[in-house]
């Protein structure tokens, strides 16, 4: 027997050359474990202005001995919580901007990119993550276990140290990438939310979030003066509740004094508001605002409002908060999701962001991904947001981006984004390696809304698979050419992959129902709102395919600033991965390719499958250079992607192909599944 352990240990050896260190991805981005000597030099003292002589002790990766000074001073270039970094120097107006320009610095230095002197102002004034965690623990979209803020049992209001070490591992992971802020409970609110006990509890969380900088929001449910209050009414003009509102924001500034504020779905998707009651968004929203404002808190108020009774659920917010623009109180800023109806592969834009020129609206993003692909699949939502963040909304005239509409370029005004998190108790917080670099994301555009996804992919993966974090080394040649390149190259095409295998060409909702998985371009039900089900949205018939929301049809290209409103308008010049959105297209006509829609429509399916193919290609082929655990798991994902991107491709097709009535061109691989069971299995899915 003793015999066998020289080989034993051969092995052994063997694989720790082949496989790198394994990694669970718990660290995020925040992977370095070497560190030069340096002098922290700070005047003053305080927790944020020590936790980031920390990170620079901690993680320094420029000359060894080096001095490096943290001043703070005034400085007119410097807006909020900005920073000017020096190679010797990092100058901010605020100890916040102190630690984000630490931050800035060490990243710098982890990706190689050169320090010399610059300004770095925030996009956003408010840059916050939504949890929709409900108090119960569970996630609602969420994909990657149970809540970090809510334990499973809903009387269990028990804060353990494992919870603490959790919330300021997640306030450092976002203090990181410039995140100042957290919803911490869904949108679909518990009244309980506001009960004295849960209170206590948030008081822990925002005591743990503080140092860095993150503060703590509450989603509330618009009838709580008569749930919890025991009021008769939550009517918003109702003098009773307008004092319980008051007495419950004094209540909760008494225990939280730097609480942000509440944002509110209220008369959506049978969430209670001021509809009940027949009052109006700006009723309630003020009313609300009132209460917060003597304290500095502001009022976030959800525009996600649609009914079954309107023709056409894309025009709706529009219709709903326009006439209101210039009626909001100073502290109520409109939250719109990115796209007119909720947060699809693809849309375009929502008309309201250069429509409302006296309200701030701030930006909602998905960086969970419902619509995307859960955390199976891989997908960097980078490239959808900036294709949203520079779309041109004309609002005073050309260059007038989403972005500029949003960030106070164009008018003066409060400053926000949110995305909705992805995050859970996993182990590696996000249920999939590469959905961190979506959390990340967010967390950089929204610091900076002119960053390239490029750029941001380029940051991550480095920061994220440096294969070496325990040594000074330079990224190798090698490395860049063969790990980098291509995992780059596989990020940035991987959310178009998605469309193509989805829902190209502005085709949208046609998920499978509830779960918003796969495809179900066929679900309807009798006797569900015909806004909830699938045709719908895309009137597939014998003539063709697509929503008419042309002058013809809805007219909800009229909700668009010239040139867009011709430019969508017109079967001619509408952008084609937009063409279903806009228009009902013959399935003989031509598209720019030359081909017909039913062909290229085709063709667009099959490459979503090819991509996803080719990606598992990269995968395997960068195998020497991440270590065992991630490499499995991303592997094991890609497969599951890769199956499920041949479901998508078949459903559709075969579905759509009983209107169109052509065959699949031949040069395409057949379908490999039947219609009839890809139905079932939905059926019983839902
Ligand atoms: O996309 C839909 C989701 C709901 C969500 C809603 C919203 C929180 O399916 O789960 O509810 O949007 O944004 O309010």
Redesign the pocket.
Same mark, same amino acid.
Request: proline share 0%.
């Given at each position: 027997m003793p015999k066998m352990k020289y080989p034993v240990f051969l092995i052994i050896l063997s694989f720790s050359f082949l496989y790198i260190n394994a990694e669970d991805g718990h660290k995020l981005w925040l992977r370095n474990e070497y560190s030069n000597q340096v002098n922290v030099v700070v005047k003053k003292e305080s927790e944020i202005l020590d936790i980031a002589k920390q990170e620079l002790k901690n993680n320094w990766r420029g000359e060894n001995g080096a001095v490096i000074k943290l001043v703070l001073k005034k400085d007119k270039r410097i807006q909020d919580d900005g920073f000017i970094l020096n190679p010797d120097e990092i100058r901010a107006n605020t100890e916040l901007g102190i630690l984000y320009g630490a931050f800035e610095l060490l990243r710098k230095q982890q990706t190689q990119q050169k320090i010399e002197e610059k300004v770095f102002n925030p996009s956003y004034q408010l840059r916050l993550l939504n949890h929709?965690d409900n108090l119960n623990g569970s996630v609602?979209?969420g994909y990657a276990g149970s809540s970090i803020f809510w334990n499973k049992d809903e009387d269990d209001l028990t804060v353990t140290e494992k919870d603490i070490k959790l919330w300021s591992e997640y306030a450092r992971a976002n203090a990181s990438i410039g995140i100042n802020g957290t919803v911490i409970n869904?949108?679909?609110a518990s009244p309980r939310v506001l009960k004295k006990e849960s209170l206590e509890r948030i008081k822990v969380i925002a005591d743990v979030l503080r140092p860095y900088g993150i503060q703590v929001f509450l989603s509330i449910n618009f009838a709580s003066p008569a749930i919890i209050g025991g009021l008769e009414t939550s009517d918003p003009l109702n003098k009773n509740v307008i004092d319980w509102w008051k007495e419950k924001a004094k209540e909760i500034y008494k225990i939280i004094p730097d609480f942000g504020g509440f944002l509110v779905?209220a008369s959506? !998707?049978g969430q209670p508001g001021p509809h009940d009651f027949g009052r109006s968004h700006v009723d309630g929203a003020n009313m609300l605002a009132g209460a917060v404002e003597p304290f500095g808190g502001i009022i976030m108020w959800?525009a996600?409002v649609y009914s079954a009774k309107e023709d056409d659920r894309a025009e709706q917010a529009y219709a709903e908060f326009f006439p209101f623009d210039g009626q909001f109180r100073d502290n109520v800023i409109i939250q719109v999701k990115n796209g007119p109806i909720?947060?699809m592969p693809r849309e375009p834009f929502s008309p309201l962001f250069g429509a409302m020129k006296k309200t701030p609206l701030m930006p909602e993003l998905q960086i969970t991904q !419902?619509y995307l692909g859960h955390s199976i699949h891989l997908v960097f939502l980078s490239t959808m947001w900036e294709e949203f963040l520079n779309s041109d909304t004309y609002q005073e005239g050309e260059g007038s981006t989403v972005a500029k509409c949003t960030d106070g370029s164009i008018f003066e005004q409060k400053t926000a984004i949110a995305g909705v998190a992805n995050i859970g108790k996993d182990i590696n917080w996000c249920g999939h390696h590469f959905a961190q670099s979506n959390w990340y994301a967010f967390g950089r555009l929204a610091w900076d809304n002119q960053l390239t996804s490029e750029q941001i992919a380029d940051e991550w993966i480095k920061l994220t698979f440096n294969p070496d974090v325990k040594s000074k080394t330079s990224f190798s040649k090698d490395w860049k050419e063969n790990f980098l390149k291509p995992v780059k190259s596989m990020m940035l095409e991987s959310r178009e992959a998605a469309v193509n295998y989805m829902m190209p060409l502005g085709l949208h909702h046609i998920f499978q129902a509830h779960h918003?998985y796969g495809p179900g371009p066929w679900w309807e039900l009798p006797g569900v709102r015909k806004d909830w089900t699938n045709p719908y949205y895309h009137r597939a018939d014998s003539m063709g395919v697509g929503f008419n929301r042309t002058v013809t049809g809805t007219n909800a290209v009229a909700q668009y600033h010239e040139p867009l409103r011709s430019q969508f308008g017109d079967l001619k010049s509408c952008p084609e991965k937009y063409i279903l959105w806009f228009h009902h297209v013959p399935w003989d006509h031509k598209m720019k390719s030359g081909k017909i829609l039913w062909d290229e429509m085709c063709y667009r399916y099959d490459d979503g499958v090819s991509q996803v193919r080719q990606f598992q290609v990269i995968w395997d082929k960068i195998h020497p250079y991440v270590d065992a655990d991630r490499f499995e798991a991303v592997q094991r994902k890609l497969r599951d992607q890769a199956k499920n991107a041949q479901v998508w491709k078949d459903a559709c097709l075969l579905y759509f192909q009983t209107f169109s009535k052509k065959v699949i061109p031949f040069d395409i691989e057949r379908p490999i599944h039947n219609l009839d069971d890809l139905k079932k299995d939905d059926m019983d899915k839902a």
């Open positions: 929709w609602e979209r869904n949108v679909n779905k959506s !998707e959800r996600f909720d947060f !419902e918003h």
